[in-house]
Nanobody
Framework: QVQLVESGGGLVQAGGSLRLSCAASGRTFSSYTMAWFRQAPGKEREFVATINRRGTDTSYADSVKGRFAISRDNAKNTVYLQMNSLKPEDTAVYYC???????????????WGQGTQVTVSS
């Protein structure tokens, strides 16, 4: 059974940084694309970043490009999201997701974590 467990969320002031982690288990981690999505209250879930199986290719939403960095450690079955220069509009629940396709649509991902709250104060 696949499990994705996020950690690292919290409250931070605007301009600060956080690093999210997502530990995966249940199937061969290195065989799947990993991604981060987020959902703010009253808004739809939106794509943040994705990384391919080997960690050699990444893609970012325009809203986070240059501020966020996705990475993975296949030996540790973990994907990370380093978030710098945080803004109040980054406030959301952040979810990691696992799928077979290197894509930006949430429908392309099979498994999801429970989410971790990130709150950025102004």
């Amino acid at each position: 059974q696949v499990q994705l467990v996020e950690s690292g969320g919290g409250l931070v002031q605007a301009g600060g940084s956080l690093r999210l982690s997502c530990a995966a288990s249940g199937r061969t981690f290195s065989s799947y694309t990993m991604a981060w999505f987020r959902q703010a209250p009253g808004k739809e879930r939106e794509f943040v970043a994705t990384i391919n199986r080997r960690g050699t290719d990444t893609s970012y939403a325009d809203s986070v490009k240059g501020r966020f960095a996705i990475s993975r450690d296949n030996a540790k079955n973990t994907v990370y999201l380093q978030m710098n220069s945080l803004k109040p509009e980054d406030t959301a629940v952040y979810y990691c997701a696992q799928g077979a396709v290197f894509g930006r649509r949430w429908t392309e991902y099979d498994y999801w974590g429970q989410g971790t709250q990130v709150t950025v104060s102004s």
